[in-house]
């Protein structure tokens, strides 16, 4: 049987998605044998140019995790596609933005204003900043250009599969590759482009915590309270993203005693994951006019409790949210006056 082609990239992400891909123990044998790994920048010694060489569709399929950050992203993004069957939008990151994703909440000159002129390490009293085209007497320098905002994969590429997960779990590439592999040997059908390897359910769903219709008046942080190891965190007044996002990690955070904070993303009918959220955390106040009910005021303050809203319920998701990055409102410009 003919090998199949393998390639992972690295693009803007904490590498935590190419130990996972190592992570799957002796199925690792399993990919050595079906598959030729032919680009890894981590882990297997083949260059850019080496891809450049390939035949266009020569790599059966590309694992690309990370969000594209800048131009050397996006530049590898598109040429992988240029020479891959499939692409996997591989990670939480790739998919949605991820954590670095959180980064829209800024623009590009104030987070390098910070990172080079005001962090306690920061010497720069003539303020120099990286500058992506440099004549040194040893020869011109380039280095890639940082872009104004975090994109997700599919923002710049078209993704034929979608992975999630911070990274995701063993079970989903272990099953992702036993699809491939099935594909391969005995011509099974690949799943439809665009599919999501993960669950079709919300994490509730797979959750083993308690529910009951028990109503909230108070919002906590999860170190403000003893939690209840049984019980739903949001009964217990704990924001834990369950009800808006997809299930397929087995409820890793909460069996940790820890509320979810959405890494695998919204489910299928979800459009917007902390939308979706918010709502979910709105039919769980008892609002009302009646004693001990929550009035309008009520809401505004218990809301008010959440110290970082969109790092709670966007952590992972901002650069494919409808919000997609801050927008700073534009100064209303003064007609000019009539002479
Ligand atoms: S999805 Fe998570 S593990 Fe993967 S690169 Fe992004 S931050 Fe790292
Ligand atoms: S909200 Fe969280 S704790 Fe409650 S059932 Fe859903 S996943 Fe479990
Ligand atoms: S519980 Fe939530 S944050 Fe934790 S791994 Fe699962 S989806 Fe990700």
């Known amino acids: 049987m003919a090998k199949i082609r393998i390639a992972q990239y690295w693009g803007a992400g904490c590498g935590g998605c190419d130990v996972a891909l190592l992570d799957i123990d002796e199925k690792i044998l399993g990919v050595a044998e079906m598959a030729d790994i032919v680009f890894w920048p981590i882990a297997v010694d083949a260059k ?61 000159k104030e987070i390098m204003d910070y990172v080079y002129t005001k962090t306690p390490s920061s010497d720069n009293v003539e303020r120099v900043f990286p500058t992506p085209h440099w004549k040194a007497p040893e020869g011109d320098l380039e280095i890639p250009v ?21 990274p995701p779990t063993t079970n989903l590439i272990n099953e992702f590759l036993g699809i491939v592999e099935k594909h391969v040997k005995e011509g099974a059908p690949l799943p439809p482009k665009g599919s999501v390897i993960a669950s079709q359910k919300t994490l509730c769903d797979e959750c083993p915590r308690t529910r009951t219709v028990k109503k909230v008046d108070k919002i906590f942080m999860p170190y403000e309270i003893d939690i209840d190891p049984k019980k739903c965190m949001l009964e217990q007044g704990v924001i834990c993203l369950g009800p808006s996002t997809r299930a397929g990690c087995g409820a890793k955070c909460l069996e940790g005693n820890q509320p979810c904070r959405g890494c695998m993303g919204p489910t299928a009918d979800v459009l917007d994951q902390g939308g979706s959220m918010l709502s979910a955390l709105a039919s769980i106040f008892s609002i009302g006019n009646g004693e001990g009910l929550l009035n309008e005021d009520d809401i505004m303050e218990l809301m008010l409790q959440v ?14 949210s409808i919000i997609k990055r801050k927008v700073k409102e534009r100064k209303a410009t003064t007609a000019p006056k009539e002479a």
């Open 48 to 108: 850019l140019k080496d891809v450049e060489a390939m035949p266009d569709g020569y790599i059966t399929a590309t694992f690309f995790n990370g969000a594209i950050r800048n131009s050397e992203n996006e530049h590898v993004a598109k040429l992988l596609r240029k020479k891959s069957q499939l692409v996997v939008s591989f990670g939480s990151c790739a998919c949605f933005g991820g954590i670095p994703g959180l980064a829209n909440m800024y623009t590009l």
């Open 146 to 166: 940082m872009y104004d905002q975090v994109f997700t994969l599919d923002h710049v590429i078209d993704v034929d599969y979608y992975m999630p997960g911070c």
């Open 307 to 320: 110290k970082d809203p969109l790092g709670t319920f966007y952590s992972y998701t901002m650069p494919s």
